[in-house]
């Protein structure tokens, strides 16, 4: 990395108490580039006999971080937001060199990842309480509001800064500390986001970084009864075993699962900002995102236009290194998520779906974006989430069948719609068994919206005013005269 223009953002140790740790065993874990497969960093493999001091710090620092007046919180907090945006060059080439995505794109995350401590550098003011009149003349009630303690997270790949400043960044405001462990496959954009947090003056064990197994990792957090709140993004799957980890303590949980969003568009949409809207939701991150869409319901009378406009604009995505100028679709994460699109597509065709653009890989974990027509319930793609650059076409006839089969599925996380008709508007957005509803727009993620799902895809919700409540407790407080 010897483009970066700050190289000491570039580490390969774990953050702990405030010091750059190796593992005790000397171990570490090599990080690669998808676009080549150079190793482009090593982090220590953290052994679970090393949390426990991790934790204790974590537990020491966030007594002293809570007592903190919150405008001196909120005010570490403003300087690490602008930290990252001074950085913004050197954190984005990070996260193209160790995910994939175009450069444009990671910058793009950073500054968004960075909204988030910007936020909630501010919410940090305004945790307030209440006072509640007594049913009793002599007594007065008053609630409020305080850190649930030492907190966890355990964050994905797909996004490796913004997963990490939507839970760190409440967590902080609220007077909590948090441990953070990041995943294997892009733990330098956190290690660089730790360095950050130090020099924006973040008390030493306020904020940790560690790595190593996520496994072994987890079950000492998720044990923990000091470790009162976990927060986790990525598969359902994974959120199943951890809710079930955390049974025993009783942990607070928010869980940012898997999604498998419906995207609707109407006859009368506008077909232009529609084709647009479906390109931003589908391939971005080359597909790689919980709430992209991943079921694309088109009705009757615009299914073949929108089938023409789609892949005529998708043929000209340019596929290659995010670090080269002008690339929109980047290399996949890992051999693994190659299989999967591959599967979905053939599985699709066998069962009689059209291939009508792309769908072959490039080399590499490089993967031509593909379309699909003639897609029906019975296909994989219906299910399941692609997570990849895969757009699968159904064809709908009324609003009462789509928005059927839109909520036919146990994720509920994000869902979009194209119409021009108002009170249909209405009718869907409410119809729509979603955390998440995006109406004539691709893009719904943003700071002060609240980010979350329903049934399957989650518990809680991040980012936004509601943000900040899950990393506080409230307490009532009766007293007699
Ligand atoms: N909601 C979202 O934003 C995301 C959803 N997904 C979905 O999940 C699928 C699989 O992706 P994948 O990356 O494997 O997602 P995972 O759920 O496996 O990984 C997410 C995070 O959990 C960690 N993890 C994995 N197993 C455990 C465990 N037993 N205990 C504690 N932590 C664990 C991972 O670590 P490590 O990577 O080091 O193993 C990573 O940090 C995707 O195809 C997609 O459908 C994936 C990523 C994000
Ligand atoms: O912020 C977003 O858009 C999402 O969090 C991305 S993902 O985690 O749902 O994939």
Redesign the pocket.
């Known amino acids: 990395m010897s483009n970066l223009k700050d190289p000491s953002l570039l580490k390969g140790a774990c953050l702990v108490d405030g010091a750059w740790v190796q593992a005790a065993s000397g171990e570490t874990i090599d990080v690669t580039n998808p676009a080549d497969g150079s190793v482009v960093g090593r982090v220590p493999n953290l052994a679970p006999e090393e949390m426990p001091a991790v934790i204790a710090a974590a537990r020491k620092a966030q007594k002293d971080w809570a007592a903190l007046a919150a405008k001196d919180r909120s005010a570490k907090l403003r300087r690490w937001f602008e930290l990252m945006l001074e950085n913004v060059d050197d954190l984005g080439l990070i996260m193209t060199l160790e995910q994939g995505k175009p450069l444009a794109e990671a910058k793009g995350e950073i500054a968004y990842a960075a909204s988030f401590i910007e936020w909630f550098a501010e919410e940090a003011k305004r945790v307030y309480g209440d006072t509640i009149p007594a049913p009793r003349a002599n007594q007065r009630i008053t609630v409020i509001r305080q850190p649930v303690g030492v907190t966890a997270a355990?964050?994905?790949?797909?996004f490796p800064a913004a997963m990490i400043t939507r839970k760190a960044a409440p967590a902080l405001a609220a007077g909590c500390s948090m441990i953070v462990r990041?995943?294997?496959?892009t733990p330098l954009s956190a290690l660089a986001l730790g360095e950050l947090a130090v020099r924006a003056g973040i008390p030493a064990g306020v904020l940790q970084v560690v790595t190593g197994s996520?496994?072994k990792i987890?079950k000492v957090l998720t044990d923990s009864e000091v470790v009162t709140k976990l927060s986790f993004?990525?598969?359902t799957e994974?959120g199943r075993?951890?809710m079930a980890q955390c049974a025993p303590t009783i942990k607070k949980m928010s869980l940012?699962?898997?999604g498998n969003a419906p995207f609707i568009v109407f006859d009368d949409a506008d077909l232009d900002a529609a084709v647009e809207g479906a390109i931003a939701s589908k391939y971005r991150n080359a597909g790689q995102t919980?709430v992209c869409a991943n079921r694309l319901y088109v009705q009757r009378g615009i299914y073949e236009a929108f089938a023409a406009k789609l892949a005529e604009k998708v043929k000209a995505l340019k596929v290659g290194n995010g670090i080269e100028p002008g690339t929109e679709i980047g290399p996949m994460i890992e051999p693994k998520a190659l299989d999967k699109v591959e599967d979905h597509i053939a599985d699709a065709v066998s069962k009689g779906a059209k291939l009508i653009l792309g769908g072959k890989r490039l080399g590499g974990l490089y993967f031509e974006p593909a379309i699909l027509t003639g897609v029906t319930s019975e296909m994989k793609v219906a299910k399941e989430?692609t997570?990849g650059p895969l757009a699968p076409l159904f064809v709908f006839d009324t609003e009462e069948e789509v928005i059927a089969m839109a909520n036919d599925t146990i994720f509920g996380l994000a869902a979009y719609f194209y119409t021009r008709d108002h009170a249909r508007m209405v009718r869907v957005s409410e119809g729509l068994e979603y955390g998440m509803v995006g109406h004539n727009t691709g893009l719904i993620s943003n700071e002060v919206a609240p980010f979350g799902g329903v049934k399957q895809s989650g518990l809680g919700r991040e980012g936004s005013k509601y943000g900040i409540e899950e990393y506080l407790e409230l307490k009532y407080i009766c007293s007699a005269l």
């Open positions: 355990i964050t994905p790949w797909n990041p995943a294997d496959l996520a496994s987890g993004t990525g598969s994974v075993l951890l940012e699962l898997g919980c989430e997570f």
